[in-house]
């Protein structure tokens, strides 16, 4: 069992609709939570991070977090064609530690 | 703030040499970590420092691999004898010493390897 598992996708989402990312981890230590935002080239840009239980808001975006459950979900609100990217999930704390795990991203293709 | 600067962007390596990449962390953020990225997955952690103490070391990091942070500034991360198997992208990393829980890293642009 991988630390961190997304599903890889393609989530193809049609523009103004709500995408829906999850990841599952396997750590019950593990202590926060991010999303990153990777265009094809680049480097891992990060757009969410999240400590408690619940959801945290900011913009377009909401994390969600259930530790009982061991996941973490990211809302993509009103969806644009600039959203297309690969989204990584990453954790740190317990064993880990300092340092992200990753999971190995979810690929969203936002169609016009 | 800047940001996280890598160089260089880009390079090309012949199989058996070394190779040296650099990375400037945002300015008074005390930890730096490195990671490797190959296509289709996550990126994987390297090695990561506090200052200039190297606190923690993945296995994936072969004796090949050394990297140092003198005075806890920039960091550099050397790969002798490179691999075909080293092509990647090689990320930097940095984060302040949180006074909140979440330890938020910020990712600089990559150098991307390629060995031949």
């Known amino acids: 069992q991988k630390e961190v598992e997304q599903n890889s996708g393609p989530l193809s989402v049609p523009e103004g609709a709500i995408a829906s990312l999850n990841c599952t981890y396997s750590d019950r230590g593990s202590q926060s939570f991010f999303w990153y935002r990777q265009y094809s080239g680049k480097s891992p840009e990060l757009i969410m991070s999240?400590?408690?239980?619940g959801d945290k808001e900011d913009g377009r975006f909401t994390a969600q977090l259930n530790k009982a459950s061991q996941y973490v979900s990211l809302l993509i609100r009103d969806s644009q064609p600039s959203d297309s990217a690969t989204y990584l999930c990453a954790v740190n704390g317990g064993a880990a530690g300092n340092k992200l795990t990753f999971g190995g991203g979810t690929r969203v293709l936002v169609k016009p | 703030d800047t940001g996280v600067s890598q160089n260089p962007r880009h390079k090309i390596t012949k199989r058996g040499q070394n190779v040296t990449f650099r990375c400037d962390p945002i300015?008074?953020?005390?930890?730096l970590y490195w990671y490797r990225q190959t296509l289709g997955q996550g990126p994987e952690f390297l090695t990561y420092f506090q200052n200039e103490a190297q606190l923690e070391k993945s296995r994936l990091l072969s004796d090949r691999f050394s990297a140092e942070r003198p005075k806890g500034s920039f960091s550099t991360l050397e790969i002798q004898r490179t691999e075909q198997g080293d092509s990647a992208m090689y990320l930097c990393?940095?984060?302040?010493?949180?006074?909140?829980?979440?330890?938020?890293?910020?990712f600089g642009p990559g150098t991307r390897l390629t060995v031949t």
């Open positions: 990393a940095s984060s302040a010493i949180p006074e909140r829980p979440e330890d938020e890293q910020y």
């Open positions: 300015s008074e953020h005390n930890r």
């Open positions: 999240i400590y408690s239980n």
